[in-house]
Nanobody, 126 residues
Framework: QVQLVESGGGLVQTGGSLRLSCVAS????????MAWYRQAPGKQRELVAG???????SYADSVKGRFTISRDNAKNTVYLQMSSLKPEDTAVYYC????????????????????WGQGTLVTVSS
C-alpha cells in the first residue's frame, strides 16, 4: 500500500523559511513526477511546484524565486524549501506523486497512479 507522508509544516513569521519533506513508501517500483500543491481556506487546491524524475522543476508564478523543489530518488523523497514566506502562503500543503507499484514482484500493469499525502499545515503570521 503506497503512502505519502509529509512533514515540516508549522508556524513561521513573514519573511521566514520552512522546509517541507514528503516520503513515498510501500511497494514502490518507481516514482515519476512529484509535486507540491496547496489549499488555502476557502480556495481551490493549486499547484505550487513540480519536479520530473530527472530533476527539472517548474513553479507557480506566485512562488518563483522564493520556493525550491528538489528530490532524492534513492529515498523516494521530495522537498520544498520555502523562503521569504508571506501570509498568503498560508495553506495546507499536499504532496503528490505518480507511482508505479509492485504487484506480485513485477510492475503493476495498471501503470502509474497518482497518490496524495495527508497534508501539512503552513501558517505564516504577519
Amino acid at each position: 500500500q503506497v503512502q505519502l507522508v509529509e512533514s515540516g509544516g508549522g508556524l513561521v513569521q513573514t519573511g521566514g523559511s520552512l522546509r517541507l519533506s514528503c516520503v513515498a513508501s510501500g511497494g514502490i517500483f518507481s516514482v515519476n513526477t512529484m509535486a507540491w500543491y496547496r489549499q488555502a481556506p476557502g480556495k481551490q487546491r493549486e499547484l505550487v511546484a513540480g519536479i520530473s524524475v530527472t530533476g527539472s522543476g517548474s513553479y507557480a508564478d506566485s512562488v518563483k524565486g522564493r520556493f525550491t523543489i528538489s528530490r532524492d530518488n534513492a529515498k523516494n523523497t521530495v522537498y520544498l524549501q520555502m523562503s521569504s514566506l508571506k501570509p498568503e502562503d498560508t495553506a495546507v500543503y499536499y504532496c503528490n506523486a505518480e507511482i508505479l507499484s509492485v504487484v506480485g514482484g513485477f510492475s503493476d500493469p495498471a501503470g502509474y497512479v497518482e497518490h496524495w499525502g495527508q497534508g501539512t499545515l503552513v501558517t505564516v503570521s504577519s
